[in-house]
């Protein structure tokens, strides 16, 4: 608890300095586009949802047509990762509000990610990530190509992580 309320605390001081405000604000509205619609527009994030309700409702007594039809593939494959993450979204929520949870993930992400590399090459040049949000709405997402729009902040986090402390990695 008290971590929540430190990270709450820390939260609040960073937003009280006027250019993280200004970036928040931009995130922000980043975000409209994904929540202001009903659908998403990308091509296949609706074998994405289909999949993931494949996924949820696979083992459920009353769908033996999925198991019919489907066969799960029990490796670890790189995108099972969207897929599981949609799945459990599911349990919480409706299917279209697990994607824009999703999509929402990928825009904070981002936009968080690109600020901690750039802080990470130039601490103080922060501003510079600004430079990442025009891209945030690229044409692989609107392909539907989620895993690998996810795996650019993690990307950038990574290399935030290497340019701070790759010295010290063995």
Sequence with gaps: MTRLV???????????????????????????????????????????????????????PDRTVFREYYVLNKNPEPNWAGHLILAALMYVVPMLVAEKLLLTGYVLLLAFSARYAVASVRPGAEWLSVLVLPFTYNYLLHMGFYNFCYSLPAYLFVLGIWLRHGDGMG
Excluded: C, M, T
Excluded at 27 to 51: C, E, M, R, T
């Design 6 to 60: 430190l990270s709450a605390q820390a939260a609040r001081a960073w937003v009280r300095v006027p250019e993280n405000a200004f970036y928040a604000a931009l995130v922000i509205l980043h975000l409209v586009p994904i929540w202001s619609a009903k659908y998403f527009p990308s091509q296949d994030g609706p074998a994405h949802i289909n999949n993931a309700n494949v996924l949820r409702e696979y083992d459920h």
